[in-house]
């Protein structure tokens, strides 16, 4: 995975202080095997390359913003800073479900094939929909521009109702 | 490595340390993580401190009372002592969460003298909880590993870790080694090891009288783990499969059992106070020489590849190396750090996966119908003779749903542990900040409303049928879910699929008649009560 997209991962910047200094220690001649290279570099991008993404957030408020091919969904909200709560936890690295977005049908059937992995990492997702992906499984292409995702209800908001135990 | 370990050992020092709980008598209606306590600044005292914007018309239609931690049902603290420390109840640990579920129901508290603990045995609080977790989720109290690095002047890792200092790491390790398809670049490494755990089993089988049978296979499952974990984290093989294994690597695996076999005093270690450590000294004793062996190991072979490093640079040639290397090269982390994370990774990287292959072969054994079907599912996707890799697993589902249901079976590790970094309703009841929850995962994971015929052994009921099939499984989630969930999952993960793959398709592996039924005991991780002897006969296809 390239560090140059993990630290574009990192959202606050109390991280991207604390792992600052990793793009500068790449430049010591370190080649790890080609499926772990971690100096990928960005291409210069033209503007019209851009892809166009529209977020709806939890409150029902549309967010439009651009984002560049290759780039997950997940590095696109923290790319543009957007304010989603407790969104990407685990930067991508399958370990949570919380970068969670819901499509409609015919988009989701543009996002590609889903890996066993995300799957089984959606199931943990709160508020399932069959039309459930995790945004850091999604890659932006030029076939997927303007489409638009959906943040779920928050699992605070409701958090007691699942209870029935005493 | 054992969290109920930590869990177990953090009441028993608790007890002695005296810390009580306060106890709250609070009415609200629902608190939230991060808004609660900066919201509501609920006083120590249990006055009711609820801010009335928390309190919407909408909530009061459905407002029941919360109740306080006094009201909650569980053993109490002598009958707790009796079961624990005159009954040995920590072997049967996970036993006691079902018990103590069908008697007091999904949350319950019990006493370790002053020390409270909070046990959630329901797959949707479990849910909450982990939902509701902020950046730095918290085990348990890891104050004794803390004390003997500090007495070293070594580093904490990610087990032993907490807040900044354990989210930096993490966030430099998760980089490394979390994502499937990375890991997925260890497959020829992991490969290799299988082909030395292959031809173990035909020199092992071939000392007995039968040619079949291989005794305790936790044993060779032991060597094939950590010859694995260290081949990623070490990037050099250590021989644990050989005829005749190196004697530093005995050494370690000597530091490592002693680990493991002295769970109960080194959990004392923490426990007894200090100026009783002159009285009874061993515990701690034992708990730092097990610690200075796996340190040694570690700066043995990290050592090694930086000096090796360090003459490749001055050569001026490319530096080549996996993970280590690159952890060495690009000093994410200092060499503290470094050497803490990989002593903490290989510890909790080898008895996890190797009870999880023992039960998963035993299971195979005891049920040949199931192991024809994953015979068949091998040999249909591979062949008799081709070697699996990562990209072939997505096609073996019945591989993924053998490790998936031996886990939900054995969960290495039967209970977690948080501790709650903020005030919390779970259950109906109010949980201050601070307290340790144990989150009862092999009750979760045994019970009929998440998994039905859940005694049954089923690595089918996690075939989904297509890609929109999906089942709510917190019931079962042996690596844990979230920021801090296992960060070796990924290689655990694929040190089993492939090991199991292999083996099924090479081998029929049978019951010998030397094992009965094995049942499970805790002893930090849930593991086989009785050694498990199994014979492996080659499928006639390979011979």
């Given amino acids: 995975m390239a560090l140059a997209t993990a630290l574009r991962r990192l959202s606050d910047a109390r991280l991207r202080r604390l792992c600052g200094r990793t793009a500068a220690g790449l430049t010591a001649g370190a080649r790890l095997p080609a499926q772990r290279s971690f100096t990928a570099g960005t291409h210069a991008l033209r503007s019209d390359d851009k892809v166009t993404v529209h977020f709806v957030n939890r409150d029902g408020d549309k967010i439009t913003v651009k984002g560049s091919p290759g780039d997950s969904l997940l590095d696109v909200v923290i790319n543009e800073d957007l304010d989603f709560d407790g969104y990407g936890a685990c930067e991508g690295t399958l370990a949570c479900s919380t970068c969670h977005l819901i499509f409609d049908e015919d988009t989701y059937k543009k996002l590609g094939a889903v890996t066993d992995e995300e799957l089984d990492m959606l199931d943990l997702a709160y508020g399932l929909t069959d039309t459930s992906r995790l945004g850091c499984q999604i890659c932006l292409s030029k076939s997927l521009d303007g489409i638009m995702a959906r943040i779920p209800e928050s699992v605070a908001d409701i958090r007691q109702s699942t209870d029935g135990s005493v | 490595m054992a969290l109920v370990n930590h869990l177990t050992a953090s009441c028993w020092r608790n007890l002695q340390g005296g810390r009580m709980h306060k106890q709250l008598s609070v009415i609200l209606r629902h608190l939230h993580k991060s808004a609660t306590s900066e919201a509501l600044e609920i006083s120590a005292t249990g006055e009711e401190a609820m801010p009335q914007r928390l309190i919407t018309p909408a909530d009061v239609g459905g407002t029941r009372r919360i109740k306080s931690l006094k009201e909650m049902p569980g053993p109490s603290t002598l009958s707790n002592l009796v079961e624990f420390f005159w009954r040995d109840g920590f072997s049967r640990i996970h036993e006691i969460q079902n018990e103590h579920r069908k008697k007091y129901g999904k949350i319950f508290k019990s006493r370790f003298g002053p020390q409270l603990v909070v046990s959630i045995a329901d797959h949707d609080l479990v849910a909450e909880v982990l939902r509701a977790e902020g950046t730095a989720p918290q085990r348990a109290n890891m104050e004794s590993w803390k004390e003997y690095r500090d007495m070293r002047g070594r580093s904490t890792g990610l087990i032993s870790a907490e807040g900044e200092q354990w989210l930096k790491m993490r966030s430099v390790l998760r980089q490394l080694i979390m994502r499937p398809r990375d890991v ?4 020829d490494d992991v490969n290799k090891v299988v082909d030395d755990l292959i031809k173990r089993v ?32 070490y990037e050099c093989r250590l021989g644990c499969l050989e005829n005749e294994v190196p004697q530093e690597t005995q050494d370690y695996i000597t530091a490592l059992h002693l680990m493991f076999s002295s769970f109960k005093t080194t959990m004392y270690a ?5 100026w009783l450590r002159p009285v009874i000294p061993k515990p701690w004793l034992e708990f730092c020489n097990s ?4 340190f040694k190991f570690t700066l043995i072979h990290v050592d090694k590849r930086l000096s090796d490093i360090k003459a490749q640079m001055e050569r001026e040639e490319e530096v080549k190396g996996g993970l280590l290397t690159h952890m060495l090269v690009t000093r994410e982390m200092n060499l503290e750090e470094i050497y803490a994370n990989i002593t903490e990774m290989l510890l909790a990287g080898v008895d996890t996966t190797s009870f999880t292959l023992s039960w998963a072969s035993y299971l195979l054994a005891r049920y040949p119908q199931v192991q024809e079907q994953i015979f068949a599912e091998v040999t249909s996707a591979l062949g008799p003779r081709t070697v699996a890799t990562a990209d072939d697993i997505p096609r073996l589902p019945l591989i993924r749903g053998l490790v998936k249901e031996t886990l939900r079976l054995f969960p290495v590790l039967p209970g977690n542990g948080r501790i709650t970094q903020d005030d919390l309703v779970v259950g109906g009841y109010f949980i201050p900040k601070g307290t340790q929850l144990a989150l009862c995962h092999y009750s979760t994971s045994l019970d009929e409303e998440n998994f039905p015929d859940a005694s049954d052994f089923c690595p089918k009921r996690w075939i989904r049928k297509d890609s929109t099939d999906r089942v709510d499984n917190f019931g079962s989630i042996p690596f844990g879910y979230g920021i801090r969930s296992c960060i070796g999952r990924r290689i655990a993960e694929l040190e089993m699929h492939l090991a199991l793959t292999r083996l099924v398709q090479r081998f029929h592996i049978g019951v010998s008649p030397l094992t009965t039924d094995v049942k499970a005991k805790t002893h930090g991780l849930l593991c086989p009560a009785a050694p498990i002897h199994l014979q492996f006969t080659d499928r006639e296809t390979t011979s």
Avoid at chain 2, 270 to 274: E, L, S, V
Avoid at chain 2, 291 to 294: A, E, I, N, P
């Fill in chain 2, 270 to 274: 923490g426990a007894i106070p200090k």
């Fill in chain 2, 202 to 233: 035909c020199t092992l089988r071939g000392r007995e009288s039968d040619g079949a049978t291989i005794l305790n296979v936790n044993d060779l499952f032991f060597k094939y783990a950590m010859e694995g974990v260290a081949a990623i984290l």
């Fill in chain 2, 184 to 187: 997925a670049a260890f497959s």
């Fill in chain 2, 291 to 294: 610690w200075d062996g796996l």
